[in-house]
């Protein structure tokens, strides 16, 4: 008996040490670079034990405004120290007199230190160049002045830039001949994700200091600079934004209390959006929240703003020549207790936007042709998307991560019911469409009817100014509405300001002239919430900007959508104007 024992205790031994060899070789040799459910790269791992190291920056592709200027990110030559020098008698007093610091400041932080950082905290002092260069030339261990990379927490148009997440959080992975590890960051959402293949980490670059076992450091091995192998990375994206009004224009959209909603800024000769704000504003650290939507490009109940397309169409049919409404009713004949207008032509129905006139010339049109609602919506681009897309290098892609396209009806039949129509013609019952596809419909009716894709991105370039690819203009698809009705639409459109009581009004007296619309939309009536809009375009004459402002699932008590229209139309003034006295805009 005691023989089985032992020889049992002895096999239980030698499957024992069997597996702890197997489980070695794993560890050793077969998974070093992607350990366990969670790809720990144990090689990387092994060197963090026997290094300190400050990441100066990730590698990541990194997002520009259209001049260059950096959007996400900021690039600060700084004082990066390590922590060792806690147990080194290192010449503070000289590093403080540079910098201008007290010296107790620079050694207390040091004591504080884990890792290496940068002096300052989250607001890192700013050194200049002869500051730089001083400190350097001290060559102390640990005691560095670098150029450093550093993410801001607030991020101009966030939503559109979008967000990342660790490959290893991906349940699918998008990478499978790519050798990425865990931590690597990939785009999830917005640009962050359509340009990801263009974004991902070549490397990180960063500085290296090998320590002894005590963290000390190990005297004889200079600090190393590690950066990409390949210099062309990381990427530069160019987006077709100008900070200086988007910065200006978040900050409007929130003194005007904008809880949902946003605006969207189009160059028209370019069909590039220079400025672009949704609210809720994103939750950096929940990719997922309500708030990483973009509004802008989700549909939405537009109202009385889509009653441009039905004057489009009955400008085509000649439906309301000569012919006058009664704007005391509501489009079901009864008498409007909120609006008495009473008879108005078609011009000053439009300016006032009387709903009994859009509901009457819809029908009427909608006698002759049940299809004309879809028809001009498409003509006027408010459904189907009005992003970029096309192929690079073989490879269909779209700019506009997750644009909505826009409806007029639920189900088709609907059309053969003129009180549906009619409930239609005014931009309620199913009809939906993105703020961004409003602002091109603005856009494409300045243009003279010629309809353009909206880019936010200009081009890829390789680190060292080299373009990558560049996006070309591109026309949509499909029949445009004519140059004359375009024309007249322009007309129709300046007229909402010019008329006194126009629901324009307001915006008569702007450095620049302004044309447009304004719409309500009931979107839940028992809450009785409402989508308020003003899309329009300016200077008149010489159309430069599309714009739309809109606050979504709003109340009654809120403000129209004019005085924050306004508000950036003179920020946009004053913006050209300083380029044109800088001599950088004609």
């Not at 940068?118 to 607001?123: L, M, V, Y």
Request: aromatic residues 8%; proline residues 5%; glycine residues 8%.
């Amino acid at each position: 008996m005691m023989k089985k024992r032992i020889a049992f205790l002895a096999c239980f031994i030698m499957l024992l040490l069997v597996l702890l060899a197997a489980r070695l070789v794993q560890i050793q040799l077969i998974s070093t670079e992607s350990f366990s459910a969670h790809h720990v790269n144990l090689i990387e791992a092994s060197v963090k034990q026997r290094t300190q190291t400050v990441t100066l920056d990730d590698g990541r592709g990194k997002f520009y405004d259209v001049k260059g200027v950096p959007l996400a990110h900021e690039e600060v030559p700084t004082l990066v120290l390590f922590p060792f020098l806690k147990k080194m008698d290192w010449p503070a007093d000289k590093v403080a007199g540079i910098i201008g610091r007290d010296e107790e400041a620079l050694k207390n932080a040091v004591q504080m230190a884990k890792e290496p950082f940068a002096f300052g905290g989250k607001k890192p002092i700013i050194l200049t160049d002869e500051q730089t260069a001083a400190i350097n030339s001290l060559k102390i261990p640990g005691v560095f002045a670098v150029k450093e990379k550093f993410n801001q927490n607030s991020i101009p148009a966030a939503q559109l830039i979008g967000s990342t997440v660790m490959y290893g959080s991906l349940k699918v992975p998008r990478y499978p001949d790519q050798k990425l590890s865990a931590e690597t960051r990939v785009g999830y959402r917005g640009l962050q994700r359509t340009f990801d293949e263009f974004l991902l980490s070549g490397g990180d670059s960063k500085l290296v200091y090998h320590v002894d076992a005590n963290g000390g450091p190990m005297f004889g091995v200079d600090v190393k600079y590690v950066e990409p192998a390949n210099p062309l990375y990381p990427v530069k994206v160019i987006t077709t934004l100008d900070k200086g009004l988007q910065d200006k224009a978040e900050k409007l959209v929130d003194e005007h209390g904008i809880k949902k909603g946003g605006i969207v800024l189009i160059d028209i000769a370019s069909s590039e959006i220079r400025a672009i704000v949704s609210r809720p504003s994103m939750e950096k650290r929940n990719p997922d929240a309500e708030g990483s939507v973009n509004l802008m490009f989700r549909q939405a109940a537009p109202g009385s703003v889509f009653k441009t397309v039905v004057a489009a169409a009955a400008i085509d049919y000649q439906a309301a020549k000569n012919k006058t409404f009664n704007c005391s009713l509501t489009i079901e004949g009864k008498k409007d207790k909120k609006h008495d207008y009473g008879p108005l032509n078609f011009e000053n129905s439009f300016a006032q936007s009387c709903n009994r006139a859009f509901a009457e010339l819809g029908q009427e049109i909608s006698a002759k042709n049940q299809d004309f609602l879809k028809q001009y919506a498409e003509k006027l681009n408010v459904i189907g998307g009005s992003g970029w897309k096309g192929n690079v290098y073989h490879t269909p892609i779209e700019q506009l991560d997750q644009e909505d396209k826009g409806k007029i009806w639920q189900d088709e039949k609907l059309k053969k019911d003129p009180r549906m129509v009619a409930k239609s013609s005014i931009g309620q019952q199913d009809v939906q469409a993105t703020p961004l596809a409003i602002a091109n419909m603005m856009a494409t009716i300045a243009r003279g009817g010629e309809k353009e894709m909206v880019k936010a991105v200009k081009k890829v370039e390789f680190n060292n100014g080299t373009s990558i690819v560049s996006f070309p203009d591109m026309k949509i698809s499909g029949k445009p509405i004519s140059p004359y009705t375009a024309l007249k639409l322009q007309q129709l459109l300046r007229g909402v300001v010019t008329s006194p009581k126009g629901t324009g009004a307001p915006l008569a007296d702007l450095p620049y002239e302004v044309a447009g619309k304004s719409g309500t939309a009931q979107t839940d009536i028992k809450r009785k919430r409402l989508n308020k809009w003003f899309a329009g375009y300016f200077p008149y004459k010489n159309p430069k900007y599309a714009l739309v402002a809109v606050s979504l699932d709003t109340d009654e008590k809120s403000e129209t959508m004019t005085p924050l229209f306004g508000d950036i139309v003179k920020e946009v003034y004053k913006e050209d104007q300083k380029q044109v006295n800088d001599g950088t805009k004609e």
